[in-house]
């Protein structure tokens, strides 16, 4: 497994793509959650919607499209 680091909006992209991969792979959202820890990023709540954040630093990466939230 390979942590990216969103530093750019084309590295936001390929974690958003790695999140939205591993969502249709996972069986709850629990297991979905677990599997993103394995990459090194959390899901968070935020004021506007669910947030992907970096388990390292805590530092937000990219939103979860409304429609895909926990």
Known sequence: MSVIQA?????????LD??????????????WKHRLAGYGYS?????G?????????GSPVCAVPGEIAV
């Open 7 to 15: 530093n750019d909006a084309f590295m936001a992209a390929q974690v």
């Open 18 to 31: 790695l999140v939205l991969s591993e969502r249709r792979k996972a069986l709850s959202p629990r297991e």
């Open 43 to 47: 899901l968070t709540q935020a004021e």
């Open 49 to 57: 919607g669910v947030v992907v954040t970096s388990l390292r630093t």
